[in-house]
């Protein structure tokens, strides 16, 4: 039985909590899950919020990330344009057995092929479109072609509803109708009907056009608005007194739909992995916009951002981070956290918990300060690790090592204290937060730890005074729509 936790109004008060032991959960359990991520050389954890009977019993956020701040969630996002289209088929907006070419009748049926044309709204919606595998270079190839016409135009590979492909334009198409049909964009359709009443507050979402949010990826949003939506699903769409989203559609978006036999991996939602069905969480198959896992369901997106749903523990586990091995972080949840729900917990373990989260934090780069002046210096492109985000052009030094990158879709500016052994962060007045640590390096040479903190990256600068150069090297490199500029991984201005 799932307990239904009150209506709150956008804005409003946090969700309600109590220690772990109160709902019979043992906190030893929950903290040897978070050691065990702060352990893992490849796992880099950001935020961490446990709910359990509708009550947050562990909540965290390493240092430099905090609480409200927002987050890039990757396809995490497309968990929020699946409650999009439950909402639009509810309304009578959308009919999953409808033909995807019924949503755009400029697109000449003959012009595209006949399986194409048996395509319907429910193959888009669980990536059994008929390709075999993810259109996303062809569709987006050409900035004058509107996506979804390109996508149309590419032979599925079999009938649509009878294989599962990782394809990102099959959701960026369903989030196109759900937008043609609500005259809106997707967070304004969902803000009054579902963000307001679970007491979301203002999130941004990339677009590709201008006008349209790109439904697969690009949400920003917190960690905390992650773990509503989730306990949402728990709750089978019930909020409090209201039913914010039909059950009916709650109970298929999150069963299997299309079977999910084989390892893959789409454009960088890596899974990194390639056991055998037992053993992988990708294999367990796919439902609308949300996976099947070995214990529950899940929307998940690229380097580690979760919403896992247990419903036999009546537990919703939300995180955001940056790893690029998200099976070890469900590994680890199932290792540690599963035993925990068994209880029964004790004072003692739940202080222990909240003490170690109260303190945690991303280690800085410690290396000895620099007592050089290098205000008004410029440097360039070193030529060779620079590929790795090759629209930076420069890194410019200013009194007191306050930094600025240009990039050409850009300035990034950045504090930086050579001499500080913590984070420094740059965050007021800015449209890109970062947060930077670092110093100088036996050979002389200063490095710098930049965390952009509304996305799970992290871009390392060595910067050479004596060669007037700069390296640059992604610890995980962003993907797709957010590779350039550095601004874009940044919250997008408009916010709703």
Not at 240 to 269: H, I, K, Y
Not at 477 to 489: K, M, Y
Request: aromatic fraction near 8%; proline fraction near 9%; include cysteine.
């Amino acid at each position: 039985m799932h307990s239904d936790i009150a209506v709150r109004p956008s804005g409003a008060s946090a969700l309600p909590s109590t220690a772990p032991s109160a709902t019979g959960t043992d906190a030893a359990g929950i903290l040897r899950f978070v050691r065990a991520l702060e352990a893992s050389p490849t796992q880099e954890p950001h935020g961490l919020m446990v709910l359990r009977h509708g009550r947050v019993v562990a909540q965290g956020w390493w240092a430099p990330y905090a609480h409200g701040r927002r987050h890039l969630l990757y396809s995490l996002s497309k968990s929020f344009t699946s409650a999009a289209a439950g909402l639009a088929v509810a309304e009578g907006l959308l009919r999953l057995d409808d033909p995807v070419l019924a949503y755009f009748p400029e697109v000449d049926p003959e012009t595209v092929d006949p399986r194409t044309r048996r395509m319907l709204v429910r193959h888009v919606a669980s990536m059994a479109s008929g390709h075999t595998r993810d259109t996303f270079d062809e569709a987006f190839a050409d900035p004058d072609v509107d996506p979804v016409h390109a996508f149309l135009r590419i032979p599925p590979d079999e009938e649509p509803g009878s294989v599962f492909a990782y394809n990102q334009p099959a959701t960026y198409t369903l989030g196109a109708i759900v937008q043609r049909v609500t005259g809106g964009s997707l967070l304004d359709y969902l803000r009054p009907r579902l963000l307001d009443p679970l007491g979301i507050g203002p999130l941004g979402w990339q677009e590709r056009p201008a006008g349209r949010q790109i439904a697969f990826t690009g949400l920003f949003a917190p960690t905390d608005a992650v773990a509503r939506l989730g306990q949402l699903l728990l709750q089978r769409g019930r909020w409090g007194d209201r039913q914010l989203l039909p059950a009916e559609w709650v109970d298929a978006a999150t069963s299997v739909q299309v079977g999910t036999p084989r390892p893959f991996g789409g454009p960088g939602e890596t899974v990194d992995t390639v056991a055998d069905p037992p053993a992988s969480d990708w294999q367990q198959g796919y439902g609308f916009q949300h996976w099947m896992s070995r214990h529950g369901f899940r929307g998940d997106g690229a380097y580690g951002q979760f919403c896992v749903v247990l419903p036999e523990h009546d537990v919703v586990v939300a995180v955001t981070a940056q790893t690029p091995d998200m099976q070890e972080t469900l590994d680890l949840a199932w290792q540690h956290l599963l035993p925990a729900f068994a209880g029964p917990g004790s004072p003692e373990a739940d202080e222990e918990l909240a003490a170690h989260l109260a303190a945690a934090s991303v280690p800085a780069l410690a290396l000895p300060g620099s007592g050089a002046d290098w205000s008004g210096r410029v440097f360039g492109p070193d030529g060779g690790s620079c590929a790795a985000q090759p629209s930076l052009a420069e890194v410019r030094v200013g009194p007191g090592w306050a930094l600025t990158l240009v990039d050409r879709g850009g300035d990034v500016t950045a504090a930086f204290d050579p001499g500080s052994a913590g984070w420094t962060l740059t965050d007021a007045g800015t449209e890109v937060p970062v947060a930077t640590s670092g110093g100088v390096e036996p050979d002389g040479r200063v490095r710098v730890r930049l965390a952009f903190l509304e996305a799970p990256h992290r871009l390392e600068l060595v910067l050479d005074g004596t060669a007037g150069t700069f390296e640059a090297h992604w610890a995980t490199e962003p993907l797709r729509f957010v590779t350039t500029p550095l601004r874009a991984l940044a919250t997008p201005a408009t916010l709703t």
